[in-house]
């Protein structure tokens, strides 16, 4: 017999709902960064439990949003919830709840989708203090199960992964045992270059930023040549992010450069081009190459 199911990751920013899809599967397929809402797009990751597989949904943080930026990644968040045969809600148990949690809160306490509580960051906490707020969630929320993790130190993540592939219902998988995620390689490409924006860059720079991978070539001696697009909104942005002679954009482009090549396992050659474009963030064009839907 085999399972396979549909596990989503919800959670307000910074909850470490990545780092946690990460740990589940066992490798980097989704970007992390201490600055709130660095995921913007739905992304899976797949991974496997005894005679289970679970494509977990990598969903953006969940917030009162106002952007259209915001709207759109609110939206995908909730959608990433649509089918899905667990939904897991990570809370941040290190920082006290109230209004940045409640949206996720009132919005996962409407479903009718079995839930797993984590509480994520145990590595931060007091047990003691823990035992309050798991009780408090688990009155609104009901889950099914509750776990205490650290997504970073790894504790506790087999037993949530045990869990979620015992509840996965029984069907045939649908990908292949050695695929990890569902985003294509010029899509990770752009995403680790934006990890080292969110990583390198101050302040709301890395909000005001996007990165589109604009060409690829692979080269006969098996490297990749990537070209990628850096899309600020004002000029004065620009200043920053290249850098006194140019050295932000060069540790930027050393570090996404390892990141991509240690992904791809071969070797990559990246160039970065810096555009200022004031609308980026009204484009169409630019949120389907990201993976989102536009939001009205
Ligand atoms: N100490 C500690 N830090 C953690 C843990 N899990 C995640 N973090 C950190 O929390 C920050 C946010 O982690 P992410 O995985 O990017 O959080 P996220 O929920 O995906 O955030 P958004 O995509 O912005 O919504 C990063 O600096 C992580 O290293 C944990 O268990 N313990
Ligand atoms: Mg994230």
Do not use: C
């Not at 970007?31 to 913007?40: E, Y």
């Not at 889950?143 to 045939?172: N, Q, R, Y």
């Not at 294509?184 to 924006?197: F, G, K, N, S």
């Amino acid at each position: 017999m085999s399972r396979f199911g549909l596990v989503a990751v919800l959670g307000a920013p910074n909850a470490g709902k990545s780092t946690l899809v990460n740990a589940l599967v066992g490798q980097k397929v989704a970007i992390v960064s201490p600055k709130a809402q660095t995921t913007r797009a739905r992304l899976m990751g797949i991974a496997i439990e005894g005679d289970a597989q679970m494509l977990l949904v990598d969903t953006p943080g969940i917030f009162a949003p106002s952007r259209r930026l915001d709207r759109a990644m609110v939206k995908a968040a909730w959608e990433g919830a649509d089918d899905a045969d667990r939904l897991v809600a990570v809370i941040d148990s290190s920082v006290s709840l109230g209004a940045k949690v409640e949206q996720m809160l009132e919005g996962v306490e409407k479903r009718s989708e079995p839930k797993v509580l984590v509480l994520n960051k145990v590595d931060l906490v007091a047990k003691h203090k823990l035992l309050d707020l798991a009780q408090s969630l688990s009155d609104r929320l009901q889950p099914e199960a509750i776990f205490f993790i650290s997504a970073t130190t790894g504790d506790g993540v087999a037993d949530l992964k045990v869990h979620l592939a015992a509840a996965m219902p029984e069907g045939p998988w649908h990908f292949p045992e050695d695929q990890l995620t569902d985003a294509t390689d010029r899509m990770v490409a752009a995403e680790l270059t934006r990890e080292q924006l969110y990583l390198q860059l101050h302040k709301e720079l890395p909000y005001a930023s996007a990165v589109e991978t604009e060409k690829w070539e692979d080269r006969p001696d098996g490297s990749a040549a990537i070209h990628q697009q850096i899309l600020i909104e004002r000029d004065s942005q620009k200043g920053i992010v290249v850098g006194k002679g140019g050295a932000r954009l060069k540790a930027i482009g050393q570090a996404a450069r390892e990141a991509i090549a240690e992904h791809l396992g071969r070797k990559v050659h990246l160039y970065l081009h810096v555009k200022v474009n004031p609308r980026w963030a009204e484009d169409r064009g630019l949120y389907e190459d990201i993976g989102l839907d536009w939001a009205d």
